[in-house]
């Protein structure tokens, strides 16, 4: 009787440890906070080349005065390669498309002529957001008299992939063969091949709360109407573990706040970044409307956040 007991009260345990645990992961799946250890580096992780906080376009057009044509590089991560690029008039890129990962962009200035597999040529320009697809291959070409410059992002570790009709540019460490492959990425009812920012989102109020979404890129597009007081530098919003977080800002002011590092303010065309595991929060500021786009992998990525007190 006794053994039977002791049976009936283990059993019970391990069912209310069961319960308990359904509990945790419904609220889980609820999006409801629960408290728990998470790893954060004992010391800041430094903001490795071409990594930084802030990257003023400014500062940046500033340093290749006089140039049409050159290249910035601006991020990298173990997720993603950006660059700020101007192409002179007249100029064209090669046809190229990505192995496994889609590559994007935004256009700040000038005119360009897209070709995509499967797609009408068009032209984006000031503020078009612009993505391709695995597999699809793609090539660009300024328009009118003037450079276009775009803030292009692309897988990390991926070297262009060209058609057989192409001559591959060299790239260090690698050669180029001859291979067959077979199919190739899609659009669908979030990922277009453009959204013209200006007109469906500004004059238009077409609401995207996310421009590319698929197994390993996430970028959305964080609008407000106004700027909000600034928090107290004791609210840090959330961290990211495993991997850090950019951001382009391409509408308006927004301010950002990024732990070890002071309260900065930003306009449109800058890029803001952050390290994996530091606290950092982002708030737009001034009167008028402002938008970000963020930059992270997975779009079931983990954030952290700070705990809530008092």
Same mark, same amino acid.
């Given at each position: 009787?006794?053994?039977? $007991?002791? $049976? ?47 990257w ?38 090669? #046809? ?21 597999q499967?797609?009408?040529?068009f ?19 300024t328009?009118? *008299? ?7 992002? /692309? ?10 009709t ?13 291979? #067959? ?6 659009? &669908?009812?979030? *990922? ?5 920012? &200006? ?22 597009? $964080? ?10 530098? #004791? /609210?840090?919003?959330?961290?990211? %573990? ?7 800002i ?10 070890? /590092? ?7 065309? &800058?890029?803001? %970044? ?18 970000? $786009? ?17």
């Open positions: 009787a006794i053994a039977g $007991l002791s $049976l009936l009260a283990l059993t019970g345990a391990q069912a209310q440890q069961q319960q308990d645990a359904a509990k945790a992961v419904a609220a889980a799946r609820g999006n409801q906070p629960i408290l728990a250890w998470a790893s954060k580096p004992a010391r800041l992780p430094a903001f490795q080349a071409p990594n930084k906080l802030v003023r376009l400014s500062d940046i057009l500033a340093a290749h005065k006089g140039k049409q044509s050159w290249r910035q590089p601006v991020v990298k991560t173990r997720d993603f390669v950006g660059n700020w690029i101007s192409m002179a008039p007249g100029e064209k890129t090669k #046809t190229v498309f990505h192995a496994d990962d889609r590559t994007f962009w935004e256009v700040q200035s000038g005119q360009m002529r897209v070709t995509i499967g797609q009408e040529p032209i984006a320009s000031k503020h078009f957001l612009v993505q391709v697809p695995k597999r699809l291959t793609y090539s660009m070409e328009v009118g *008299n003037e450079p276009v410059l775009y803030f292009e992002v /692309e897988p990390a570790g991926e070297p262009p992939q060209y058609p057989i192409e001559t591959p540019t060299p790239v260090p460490g690698f050669k180029y063969i001859q291979a #067959t492959y077979t199919g190739h990425g899609n659009y &669908d009812n979030i *990922n277009h091949p453009f959204i013209d920012f &200006d007109k469906d989102i500004v004059q238009d109020g077409k609401k995207n709360g996310v421009w590319i979404r698929d197994d390993h890129t996430y970028v959305t597009i $964080l609008r407000s109407q106004k700027g909000v007081p600034t928090p107290p530098d #004791t /609210e840090w919003g959330h961290m990211h %573990a495993n991997f850090p977080e950019f951001w382009l391409v509408e308006g002011q927004q301010q950002f706040l990024v732990e070890g /590092e002071k309260l900065v303010n930003v306009s449109d065309g &800058d890029i803001v %970044a952050t390290t994996e595991g530091r606290w950092h929060r982002a708030e737009p500021s001034g009167d008028g409307p402002s938008t970000r $786009l963020a930059f992270i992998p997975r779009p079931d990525n983990l954030h952290w956040f700070q705990p809530k007190t008092g």
